[in-house]
């Protein structure tokens, strides 16, 4: 089957080899979407690829927040999923003066951190691993984060290709967030340039190459 | 002999006004969609699923929907107060109840999925102008559903039924007068919400809910393409 755009409640294929995956549900050998999206199928497995809402935290996401407020034994940190997201002390990989967080982490700075853990009183974060930690500076703007997995490309092949191109370092949260750090503003504005072509066609076959045209457009 | 019923505007009993349809119309909502019937104009956004605020409401075994709607002051050619006033609560509270059954909130406990709409011209069918939209809207927010909701008003001047009242047909006053019928429904023809306003027999009632679900097909049409240009060609 090939890829097609589906609305909830539309039946995507009949028959009863295929199986329902994500956003998906069987009934009478018909199976329905669930969700506004790319239907897909992998296997005889259909999955509806989301392709607009809102941010989901999932376990193992690198996302970046903004510190929200300090409390006695942590952070709040806002991450743009429903429920708000807390760094505790112990999950910071140096030592903590309780009297002096906010020189760990003041209120307003942004960092990167990973999801560690979801559960039913809500996110925790952890800063324990390469690469997690306050962001000193660059360039930091929002898409859509159901578009992050293209902005990534497959195995990072975009983000190298953006990379080549602008010379920026380019970090990407899973809720969309993405920090840009480059050697001047008007090389991260291309970058950002770049990533917001990339958001719009994002749905589109043969992206890769559809933004290696677009970079040498732009670069005459 | 009866003499045939002829609508002010020359449009055949089964016949809609000219609906266009578009998704995406408020960049900053998680999801928006514009519907437009004849003159009838309405604009929804949809947020979240986010947190419910106030915490009291929260409700830790499903999500919610909440829905306002709201008519500007300019849509008509009364200017009308603006703001909350009984016939909008209603409508909100309708309008909610005609898109829950196709959301699956369950996956979203102490969340809350906001619905505005609002209509900027009105030349009746408002609510059903409003449904429309917000079904759309939701889809284009990512909010699982079992279906699209679809909803069409079907009136009764005098002792013909038509599909699709205008401001002008509501104010008919001869014989029995206007009826107007509001139907929302799902694709497979379950209504999810149904008003009356006025006298009709059994029968004929029936006859509506037939007539209402032809249209409502048409109406889905529309709301599909509308939701599948604003992807554009996958190549």
Redo the contacts between chains.
């Keep these: 089957m090939d890829?097609?755009?589906v609305?909830?409640?539309?039946i995507i294929i009949e028959g009863d080899e295929y199986l329902p995956g994500d956003?998906t549900?069987k009934k009478n050998g018909k199976l329905?979407a669930?969700?506004?999206?790319?239907a897909e199928e992998q296997n005889n497995l259909i999955k509806v690829i989301?392709?607009?809402?809102?941010y989901h935290a999932r376990r193992g996401n690198v996302v970046i927040g903004k510190v929200e407020n300090i409390l006695a034994n942590g952070w709040i940190i806002d991450i743009g999923a429903?429920?708000?997201a807390f760094l505790s002390i112990m999950e910071v990989p140096k030592y903590v003066n309780k009297d002096a967080m906010d020189e760990v982490l003041n209120i307003g700075d942004m960092v990167i951190a990973k999801i560690w853990s979801i559960n039913k009183r809500g996110i925790d974060l952890s800063l324990k691993s390469r690469g997690l930690g306050r962001i000193e500076e660059g360039l930091i703007f929002e898409v859509n984060s159901?578009k992050v997995p293209r902005i990534i490309g497959k195995e990072g092949s975009m983000i190298k290709i953006i990379k080549d191109n602008t010379g920026c370092d380019i970090t990407v949260g899973q809720n969309g967030m993405v920090l840009l750090d480059g050697k001047d503003i008007d090389s991260e504005l291309f970058a950002k340039k770049a990533i917001r072509f990339i958001e719009k066609k994002s749905?589109?076959?043969g992206l890769t190459a559809e933004v290696e045209k677009w970079f040498t457009g732009e670069k005459k | 002999m009866v003499k045939e019923f002829k609508r002010p505007d020359g449009r055949k009993l089964t016949e809609m006004r000219p609906i266009k349809a578009e998704v995406g119309v408020v960049p900053n909502a998680?999801?928006s969609a514009m519907f437009q019937s004849g003159k009838t104009i309405a604009i929804a956004a949809v947020y979240?699923?986010?947190?419910m605020h106030p915490q009291h409401k929260q409700d830790p075994s499903t999500g919610q929907l909440r829905c306002e709607y709201n008519m500007i002051s300019f849509s008509v050619d009364d200017r009308i107060r603006p703001g909350r006033n009984r016939r909008a609560m209603e409508i909100s509270e309708i309008t909610k109840w005609a898109l829950e059954p196709?959301v699956?909130l369950e996956k979203?406990p102490n969340?809350v999925v906001d619905i505005h709409i609002n209509i900027i011209q009105a030349d009746a069918g408002t609510r059903c102008a409003g449904i429309n939209a917000a079904a759309m809207a939701l889809?284009?927010?990512?909010?699982?559903?079992?279906?699209?909701v679809s909803s069409i008003s079907i009136g009764k001047l005098d002792k013909t039924l038509v599909v699709d009242l205008t401001k002008e047909e509501e104010d008919f006053e001869e014989g029995e007068g206007p009826t107007d019928i509001p139907v929302s429904m799902?694709?497979d023809g379950k209504v999810t919400h149904m008003q009356l306003d006025g006298k009709i027999g059994v029968k004929q009632l029936q006859e509506s809910i037939d007539m209402a679900y032809e249209a409502c097909k048409e109406v889905r049409e529309v709301?599909?393409q509308a939701?599948?240009d604003f992807?554009?060609?996958?190549?």
Aim: charged share 25%; aromatic share 6%; glycine share 12%.
């Design positions: 890829r097609k755009i609305i909830p409640g539309e956003f549900e329905f669930l969700r506004y999206g790319l989301p392709l607009s809402g809102v429903a429920d708000t159901n749905h589109i076959q | 998680d999801g979240g699923p986010k947190k196709s699956m979203y969340q889809a284009h927010a990512g909010i699982p559903m079992r279906d699209i799902t694709s709301q599909k939701l599948k992807i554009g060609e996958l190549k």
